[in-house]
C-alpha cells in the first residue's frame, strides 16, 4: 500500500506486480489493477496487465466482464502494449 500511495512509477509498478504474485483477495487485487489500467503512465498500464495475468494463473478467476473491455480499451490507449495485452488474454484463457 505504501508503494501505491508514493505515485512513484516505479514503485507503483512494483507495487502492482507483487499484488499479482502475492495478494490472496483477489478482488481487491483485481479492482486494483483496474484501477491503474487507466493511469496515464505506460509503465504503471503495463505492471497492472501483467499482475491482472498473474491473478488469472493463481487464481483461476477474474471478472472477464470487467477485465476483458479494460484491456481491450487500453489497447488503443497504448498500441504499445498489445503484446503484453496478448500475453495476460492467453494467461486468462488457459487458466480462467
Known sequence: MRLLASGEETNVATALVSIGLNEQDKIWAQNTCLKYLESESESVAAAAITALGHIARRQ???????????????????PSLEGTVADTLDDIEAFT
Open 60 to 78: 483461476g478467476d477474474l471478472d472477464l466482464g470487467a477485465v476483458l473491455p479494460a484491456l481491450e480499451k487500453l489497447k488503443e490507449k497504448f
